[in-house]
């Protein structure tokens, strides 16, 4: 796991690729309780909101992306603070990919600064993202 | 740049809706955890809930009859806007402590913002919020600006 003195401004956290299938998104919406329909109703979705399929959640991609930081810090420290947009909307079907570099370190203040994307297939950033980890003492 | 926002819909901002109160149990931690594909042992066994856990927590239940035929409640999150097709925008979360099965925990939203953009599609309006999620002894859980778009 990274430890703090080690880490240099560009290191690359580890890439995952995630490919959502209409399972996942039905049990993603039913636990968040979303209804609405783009993301499980394909002929409403096409039809009405005219979106090419059914939609990726927003969050979901959010979601993966707080796991890209969470997995790389395992225990050594905490996520203080995190943010993404969502830029270009994603479709079941696609792979996205989540990554992220180092972008800032306060050796002083324990804390690291990410930079974070999902990616699609054709490596376009749909949503970017960032976050604050504060690492612990003894992970110095 | 049209002029879709008027002062009717301005006149949201600030408004702050009723708290909702939520108990966190461990078998919601598992579903979330499961169908987000979290891979650390402490979420999946329900232990601590992942960082994006409460999303759209703040939200009211609404029954059947109160959800419109994009499967939404028609009550929406703020005033009727003339576009009307609804699209997550991001979010920015900062995290005070660890939510674990068993706490209860009292979610706040306000309407902060609400700006026009052109999007490459068309024109899209934002709305921002402040979440605020306390302990019922009001300890700091994590506060959030959250976006949403209509297109």
């Known amino acids: ?140 | 740049m049209s002029n879709l926002i008027d002062d009717e819909m301005r006149k949201w901002i600030g408004r702050e809706d009723p708290e909702v109160r939520m108990e966190v149990t461990r078998r919601d931690i598992v579903k979330y955890a499961i169908a987000t594909e979290q891979q650390q042992e402490k979420y999946l066994r329900g232990d601590e809930a992942p960082p994006m856990f409460l999303f759209a927590a703040d939200r009211p239940l609404r029954a059947l009859d109160e959800l419109g035929p994009d499967g939404l409640p028609t009550d929406g999150m703020g005033p009727p806007l003339p576009l009307k097709r609804v699209m997550a925008g991001g979010t920015k979360q900062r995290y005070y402590r660890a939510i674990k099965a068993g706490d209860v925990l009292i979610l706040k939203r306000k309407l902060t913002d609400m700006f026009e953009k052109q999007g490459s599609s068309g024109p899209l309006i934002f709305l921002e919020y402040l979440i605020t999620v306390t302990t019922e002894d009001g300890e700091l859980v994590l506060e959030e600006t959250m976006r949403r778009i209509n297109r």
Request: hydrophobic content about 40%.
């Open chain 1, 1 to 140: 796991m990274p430890k703090l003195h080690e880490l240099k401004v560009g290191l690359e956290i580890p890439a995952r690729t995630f490919e959502a299938t209409e399972v996942s998104l039905f049990l993603y919406n039913a636990a968040i309780w979303n209804p609405h329909r783009i993301h499980y109703d394909e002929p409403y979705t096409t039809r009405v909101e005219k979106h090419p399929g059914v939609v990726i959640d927003g969050p979901l991609q959010g979601d993966w992306l707080t796991q890209a930081v969470v997995n790389w810090l395992s225990d050594d420290g905490t996520l203080i603070e995190f943010e993404y947009a969502n830029r270009k909307a994603s479709y079941l079907g696609e792979k996205l990919t989540t990554g992220g570099i180092v972008r800032d370190i306060e050796a002083e203040e324990s804390i690291v600064a990410l930079e974070l994307w999902v990616k699609n297939e054709a490596g376009d950033i749909t949503t970017p993202g960032s976050a604050k980890v504060l690492f612990d003492a003894r992970a110095n």
